[in-house]
Every structure is written in structure tokens, then in C-alpha cells.
């Protein structure tokens, strides 16, 4: 992996570089050891699991690496973390996790669960945000309770892939069929692509809103999923996608699939939104905020 971090509890993470390490750990012990040996070593935590992770190739370039890299470390380090074979074991970075799609695992309860619950509660307005960034799909307060009670019911806060860099999009991805009639839609290919394909059943009207067409008399629903959840690791860099699919259904039809758009995970982002201070607290994000704690907090409790 080409990131780390050294603070358990913190979604700050940051690119592996001898000098940024060097000063966010002073050179000294947790971080800085030495083995029975008597060879450095170096160490921090994987931001994804939370496990503790060995810095390679730091002040003597390998010769088949030439830049730095983490690498998971099989044992805890005192005053660097705990190690979870179970996290280990789903986490993107190791070798072990193949990132079949046609999977939706689900992993034992323990402290990573715990902390990846803990983020999309005290964080929903954050993750409500980048579900709408992300799909072009403005989530309203409706929505975004039947998001968390299909969430809770499905168990997603099990989902073995779920980590503490994907929280948002795994958040989505365990939310199956969402109805998004009604709502505002912010991609505007997106909308002009719904309303394309079927112009006697849906049109935009002027807020932005999806609805049925003034023409149209019969049950019409507009469905969003998520699918394909994969991973990549390229040169020590993460890369993880899932696709949007948008469907259509007119009365005891089947529903047909309108169109899909890939959704590529900006973790920096994610991070950084977490990170910021001048978050703008308003009703709303209040109201989501008090929709989380209220259906997925006993599940902490």
C-alpha cells in the first residue's frame, strides 16, 4: 500500500514519504523499532483495517521496488494496534481479499465493525452527501431512512469488504433498490437520460424533480441499485468501484434496466470531508444525523 496512518481512531491517512514520516512520528518508538536482530524497523496503521503495517524500502530502496511501500504485519505492536486476522483477511491492500464481485460477504463483529458503524452514525450527513455526489440522485430524508433500515435489516454493517477508507459507497452498496421518484436529480445527463428513454412516462419539472409525466396515468416506479463491487491494487495504489444501475417499471412489469454509470471512490475526499472543521451544521444534517443514531445506534449498544 502506498498510504498509512498513526492514529487508530482518525480517518486521517496519508501518502507513505520518509519526510512526512519522519515528522508525524519524530523518529521515535511505537513507530521507529528495532528487531531481535538488531534491524530497523518501521511501522504505522493500515487505513483501511486497521491493522498495524511495516514500511518497506524507507532508507535503503529495494531493487525491485523503487519507491516505499506498507505491508501488513501478521503480529500487534505494542503501542501501534491490535491485529485482526478477519480484517485482515477482507482488507483491499491484502492478497488474500480477491474482490469477487458475484460475493456479499459478511465478517464476524469486532472493533473494526464497531468503528465503521461509529463513522456512518456520527458522519450520515457526510455519507448522505457523497451518495448524492456520487450518484447524481439528491437523497432526501425519505430515502435516506429507507437506505438505513435496508442497511440494518440486510446486516450491512457486516459486509466483510466494508472498510474505514469505502465507508459511503459500502453504505450504498448494501441499500438494494432504492425508489427515486420525486426526487431531485443532479446529474443532468443522467436526468435527460431518464427521460429519453421513456418520454410518455417521466419527465423534470422546473425544481429539478423527477416525475411522472402530466399525460401518464399508470404506476410508474424508478429504481436505483448498486452492483459490482470491485478492487484493484496497481503499484501499491487502491483503486474501488461500484455501478449505479437506474431502472424502470410500469405496473406488473418487470423492471428493465435504463442505464448504469460507474461510481470510482475518492477516498482522499472522504477523508478530508471527515476531517473538516467548518462542516456546515444545518436542520437537515441534524435530521440525518438523528435518523442514524436512531436506527443504527442500538446495533453499538
Known amino acids: 500500500m502506498n498510504v498509512y496512518k498513526v492514529e487508530l481512531k482518525s480517518q486521517a491517512y496519508y501518502p507513505i514519504g520518509i519526510t512526512d514520516y519522519?515528522?508525524?512520528?519524530?523518529?521515535?518508538?511505537?513507530?521507529?523499532?528495532?528487531?531481535?536482530?538488531?534491524?530497523?524497523q518501521y511501522f504505522a496503521i493500515c487505513p483501511a483495517c486497521n491493522n498495524p503495517i511495516q514500511i518497506i524500502g524507507f532508507y535503503k530502496k529495494l531493487?525491485?521496488?523503487p519507491n516505499p511501500y506498507g505491508k501488513h504485519f501478521s503480529r500487534p505492536i505494542p503501542g501501534v494496534g491490535i491485529y485482526d486476522q478477519d480484517a485482515y483477511e477482507w482488507c483491499p491492500y491484502s492478497k488474500k481479499n480477491t474482490g469477487d464481485q458475484a460475493e456479499r460477504p459478511k465478517r464476524e463483529k469486532g472493533y473494526l465493525v464497531e468503528q465503521i458503524l461509529g463513522l456512518l452514525i456520527h458522519h450520515f450527513d457526510k455519507v448522505v452527501y457523497f451518495i448524492s455526489k456520487d450518484t447524481g440522485?439528491?437523497?432526501n430524508e425519505k430515502i435516506a431512512r429507507n437506505m438505513l433500515l435496508q442497511f440494518r435489516d440486510e446486516e450491512g454493517w457486516l459486509y466483510a469488504r466494508a472498510t474505514l477508507m469505502n465507508a459511503p459507497w459500502a453504505f450504498l452498496y448494501m441499500t438494494d433498490?432504492?425508489?427515486?421518484?420525486?426526487?431531485?436529480?443532479?446529474?443532468?445527463?443522467?436526468?435527460?437520460?431518464?427521460?429519453?428513454?421513456?418520454?410518455?412516462?417521466?419527465?423534470?419539472?422546473?425544481?429539478?424533480?423527477?416525475?411522472?409525466?402530466?399525460?401518464?396515468?399508470?404506476?410508474?416506479?424508478?429504481?436505483?441499485?448498486?452492483?459490482?463491487?470491485a478492487h484493484h491494487v496497481q503499484d501499491n495504489e487502491l483503486t474501488e468501484s461500484i455501478e449505479c444501475v437506474f431502472t424502470f417499471k410500469k405496473g406488473y412489469a418487470p423492471a428493465q434496466e435504463i442505464c448504469r454509470?460507474?461510481?470510482?471512490?475518492?477516498?482522499?475526499?472522504?477523508?478530508?470531508?471527515?476531517?473538516?472543521?467548518?462542516w456546515e451544521v444545518t436542520e437537515r444534517n441534524?435530521?440525518?444525523?438523528?435518523?442514524?443514531?436512531?436506527?443504527?445506534?442500538?446495533?453499538?449498544?
Open 261 to 278: 454509470k460507474k461510481i470510482t471512490f475518492d477516498y482522499r475526499y472522504f477523508a478530508n470531508i471527515i476531517n473538516f472543521a467548518n
Open 286 to 301: 441534524q435530521k440525518l444525523l438523528t435518523l442514524a443514531n436512531d436506527i443504527l445506534g442500538p446495533l453499538l449498544r
Open 137 to 139: 440522485v439528491s437523497i
Open 63 to 65: 531493487a525491485n521496488t
Open 22 to 40: 519522519e515528522k508525524r512520528t519524530a523518529r521515535r518508538p511505537p513507530w521507529y523499532k528495532t528487531s531481535d536482530n538488531g534491524t530497523p
Open 177 to 229: 433498490n432504492q425508489d427515486i421518484m420525486y426526487t431531485k436529480i443532479l446529474d443532468r445527463h443522467l436526468a435527460a437520460t431518464l427521460c429519453e428513454q421513456y418520454p410518455d412516462y417521466l419527465a423534470i419539472n422546473e425544481w429539478g424533480q423527477l416525475r411522472k409525466h402530466p399525460d401518464c396515468k399508470e404506476y410508474i416506479h424508478v429504481g436505483m441499485y448498486q452492483t459490482k463491487h
